[in-house]
């Protein structure tokens, strides 16, 4: 442990990369659900739920609370949301010790909390330089991989050319070379954070224009991904090339209350 604390991010090495991912959602991917998800799959990579950058700074003395995890759940990333520049560094280089495999900005949060006021989540799409500077900065404080999670648009900001140009200036202006799209735009008004997780319609094919059109990039699919014969269980086979969880879901359940 205090090798990996004087080297963050040297354990990102030994995993297998990320073909599949367990989404960061607010409420959902506490650690006890990461916990029980690491029973199903041992090579799935896990995603904190959002952390405000605020947060982490202003709970500095405190970080357990919010930053720690069992071992096992490697490879796991940790997602942050700001929009201070400042705070998005100071939350990274406090977030190193805890040896998190990638550190992720929010690009896509549509509450109105979050991006009501313009301050972060899906918001931050509408200044890509600023999401670069951001990126930048966060960067300069570790040692990980970074990656941005982001819409395919925001409300009329809903053009595959207006999304191209977002991943050109964030990729080109900083290190980012790893983009998580959600391909759903984010509608800022009118419906609720958890109808925008349905509604509007999806568009795998902005997805897979970046694929063509950014091949020095590398994109993760993310929204209405409901298959691999309903995901989880099979992932370690289906993706993987790996032996599957034996695991019943009495089994799983057993562990898991175990666990807490």
């Known amino acids: 442990k205090q090798q990996l604390q004087e080297k963050p991010g040297v354990v990102a090495r030994y995993y297998l990369p990320p073909w599949f991912s367990v989404a960061p959602m607010m409420d959902w991917t506490d650690h006890h659900y990461r916990t029980l998800v690491r029973l199903i799959s041992k090579h799935a990579w896990l995603y904190t739920e959002m952390l405000a950058a605020e947060t982490i700074v202003h709970q500095k003395d405190n970080l357990d609370r919010f930053l720690a995890y069992s071992p096992d759940q490697h490879p796991i990333v940790l997602q942050i949301g700001g929009s201070n520049i400042e705070n998005l560094a100071k ?90 799209i959600h391909s759903r735009k984010a509608l800022l008004n009118g419906i609720s954070p958890a109808e925008n997780r349905s509604i509007p319609p999806l568009k795998y094919e902005y997805f897979y224009g970046l694929l063509r059109d950014f091949p020095d990039l590398r994109f993760t699919i993310n929204g209405g991904i409901s298959r691999v014969d309903e995901i989880l269980g099979h992932v370690d086979a289906a993706i993987y090339d790996k032996p599957s969880c034996d695991l019943t879901r009495r089994q799983v359940h057993l562990q898991n209350v175990c666990f807490r």
Not at 101 to 110: A, M, S, V, Y
Not at 114 to 137: D, I, Q, R, T
């Open 91 to 180: 939350a990274t280089e406090l977030a190193n010790v805890y040896c998190y495999d990638e550190i992720n900005l929010n690009c896509g949060c549509p509450s109105p909390k979050v991006a009501g006021h313009g301050c972060f989540g899906v918001s931050l799409m509408l200044n890509p330089k600023f999401v670069a500077e951001a990126m930048s900065a966060i960067a300069a404080s570790t040692n990980v991989p970074v990656s941005v999670k982001c819409r395919i648009g925001v409300d009329d900001h809903d053009s595959y050319n207006e999304l191209c140009d977002f991943i050109y200036q964030v990729s080109s202006l900083s290190p980012t070379k790893h983009f998580i």
